[in-house]
């Protein structure tokens, strides 16, 4: 039997090791699972205090914020999985467990959303002015300018309460569809009386291949929808042709950096610390590092092409986020989302050591919802205001809300990874990843 601590030799194996008896998470992940409910809880009653302490909409952008967060996780987990299949590699079998159970939160981030629908009309001009009529009628009393009112009528097929609402319902449903069957799949896999023929190899191969290639393409679908509908719209006259690739990406950073942050904590346990060797740790991490460097390049292009064509309807969306004092929130945004990570992972000993990747990876969960900030606070009209804090602590429920949410998420993450092995047996990858390390 494999210890964890085999594992941090320099090439110290000259056999093949063996797979523990036992492949379930180990206790600790019960731990973590009872710390998250503690964290979500007293989040939960600091928000509160603002809540009633007339931080009401902060509150809610805070719990937007949060929900998106956790939407990525779900639906960036799922997406990654069926790249893997359709990709293959072993980077997949050390992150299929946490991919899969991101993919089964769906229908705990399907209820998270309801919130958000039932008190839209303090988030979304669509929902405030969801007519015709609605809409002239703001336009008369000056609370909507001549553009927000043409966007409105012009875009209600696709922003309108009942039309979101149907949107989200059908992206979460066609979600869970594909999540049910790969998961499914994935255990009646192991479960194959012939695993570990090359029959059996091929059979599931291509079986998870055409469920996975046409699941990846309907949830870039899927995804822009919910991109548009939650994030673009709180400003209904902004648009940008790479909004649905930019989220994308950025699924891709915070799902990478949450997987690899789990495998690295589990591999100071059987069963992962037989199969996470440094080999496979550093393919991770120059992964992550494709990632941030495409998370950098479509940001990049968005704000060339809007700059270069200088049109008056598409500028106020920069200028309402580096304007004043989001000057300082864009430049540390900046810094904490690209600059850092991408300085950080062209580092081959920081890709390596286990502490330093922890490290990094909790600072790209924190990266990723700053950005979001960046992305939902500007477009209300007190974001300016906002940001100072004397006699205004509110804007600090972005903080408190997200954490609160993402607890609850985190919670029943740990909760189905408990729920079966950590590792794939029936995969032709699990014996090359138990050959001896190479890596130095």
Known sequence: MA???EQHGHGAHHGAKTLPASLLAPEVVAAWRTR????????AIVSLLFLFGGGADHVLRGYLLGWMMAFTLCGGGLCLLMLQYVSGG???LLLRRPLEAMSRS???VGVLAIPLLAFSKKLYLWAAYPTFDSVEEGLKAKLLTEAQAHALNFKRPMLSPVSVSIQLLVVFLIMGTFAYFLNKWSLERDADPERGSQGSYDRWRIKFE???GIGVLIYVGLLTVVAIDMIMALDVTWYSSVWGLLFLVGQGYLVLAVSVHTAIRLSKYEPVATILRKTEQYDLGKFMLGFVMLNIYLSFAQFLIIWSGNQPEELPWYLNRINGGWWVICTCDFIFHWVIPFVALLSKDLKRSKSKMLALTGWMIFARAFDLFWLIEPNFPDAAHNLHLSGNFSILAYITVPVAVLSIWAAYYFTTLMSRP???VNDPHTEEILEPEHAH
């Open 36 to 43: 998250a409910l503690i964290v979500a809880a007293v989040a």
């Open 422 to 424: 950590l590792v794939v």
């Open 106 to 108: 769906w229908w705990l």
């Open 210 to 212: 055409n469920l996975s």
């Open 3 to 5: 210890h964890g601590h």
């Open 90 to 92: 072993k980077w997949g």
